[in-house]
């Protein structure tokens, strides 16, 4: 059971996650061939498929700490279980493209942030679940959260195509799909240009 102190925050953090996940919602649907579906570039899947789990991972977590007499520890294991799998099982598609070493590195990133963040999440969940009394887990469960929905908004930004600057957006993963659409675009206007 959550204590007291902390349902404001699951019940703002369970208002935004929905308003988050019907936005990438609406996002997806301006452009679903370039983004969700089979023929879209691997590389927007993933970051799609990211901005997704993460986003739908904090709602789901912030709306079953609100139930009230629920062991939370018992929602957050599968939660963290199931995002886990959503993370690593695009990754085998993913890292066996082959498009060079610094593309290669953004795609480890890409996988690496979400494994990294749902372990802490299962292990604070079974730290919940183990020590129901010890408020510390739900405190460091809440910054993990934080830091999940950071990710998922980070994701949703660079699959809205915005340009991001320093060693965020070197480590972009779709960074190498506009540069190769840049470029194919460049060579096009360039035949055009050379038609008499």
């Known amino acids: 059971m959550i ?6 925050f699951f019940a ?6 929905a308003a ?21 570039p691997l590389e ?8 997704f789990t993460a986003l739908v991972n904090a709602f789901f977590l912030s709306l079953v700490a609100l139930v009230p007499r629920v062991d939370f520890g018992l929602f957050v294991i599968p939660i963290a279980i199931v995002s886990l799998l959503f993370t690593v099982l695009p990754a085998w598609a993913l890292l066996r493209v082959r498009k060079g070493w610094v593309s290669l590195l953004r795609r480890v990133a890409l996988i690496a942030a979400g494994v990294a963040l749902y372990g802490l999440e299962l292990s604070n969940g079974i730290s ?12 460091a469960l809440v910054f993990v959260m934080l830091g999940i929905v950071f990710l998922g908004l980070t994701r949703a930004w660079e699959l809205l195509g915005a340009q991001r600057y320093g060693f965020g957006g070197w480590l972009n993963p779709l960074r190498d799909v506009q540069d190769s659409s840049s470029d194919a675009h460049a060579t096009a206007d360039a035949a055009t240009r050379m038609r008499p």
Do not use: W
Not at 12 to 17: E, K, L, R, T, V
Not at 44 to 51: D, E, K, L, T
Not at 128 to 139: A, C, E, F, K, M
């Open 12 to 17: 703002a953090s369970a208002g935004a996650g």
């Open 3 to 8: 204590p007291s102190a902390f349902l404001t």
């Open 20 to 40: 988050l996940v019907g936005l990438l919602f609406v996002a997806v649907s301006l452009a679903p061939e370039q983004i969700v579906t089979r023929h879209a």
């Open 128 to 139: 919940i679940l183990t020590n129901p009394t010890q408020d510390g887990y739900i405190y």
């Open 44 to 51: 927007r899947q993933a970051v799609a498929g990211s901005a």
